[in-house]
Nanobody, 118 residues
Framework: QVQLAESGGGSVQAGGSLRLSCAVS????????MGWFRQTPGKEREEVAT????????YYADSVKGRFTISQDNAKVTLYLQMDRLTPEDTGMYYC???????????WGQGTQVTVSS
């Protein structure tokens, strides 16, 4: 069973940077993709970035293109989200997610809070 644990959230001023990490444990061989989502109160959960098997294909939400970078280590046990030039609109709970056995995210971490002040 795949387990995900996020870390790296915190508070930062606008224009600053944060790097989120997601530790992956359990049976990992059936992962088709890994991604980051975020959610703020009153809004639907938004897919921020996803990296697909092999690490060559990625997806980014338009709102974060050019500012965020998703990556994973060679052993694929840690997923990262480098977030630069943060804005208050990036504030939210960030969740790590895995696509286990399919190309849709179906395993979730507990989330880590990111707060960007102006």
């Amino acid at each position: 069973q795949v387990q995900l644990a996020e870390s790296g959230g915190g508070s930062v001023q606008a224009g600053g940077s944060l790097r989120l990490s997601c530790a992956v444990s359990g049976y990992t061989y059936s992962r088709y993709c890994m991604g980051w989502f975020r959610q703020t109160p009153g809004k639907e959960r938004e897919e921020v970035a996803t990296i697909y098997t092999g690490g060559r294909d990625t997806y980014y939400a338009d709102s974060v293109k050019g500012r965020f970078t998703i990556s994973q280590d060679n052993a694929k046990v840690t997923l990262y989200l480098q977030m630069d030039r943060l804005t208050p609109e990036d504030t939210g709970m960030y969740y790590c997610a895995a696509c286990v056995g399919q190309y849709e995210h179906n395993k979730w971490g507990q989330g880590t809070q990111v707060t960007v002040s102006s």
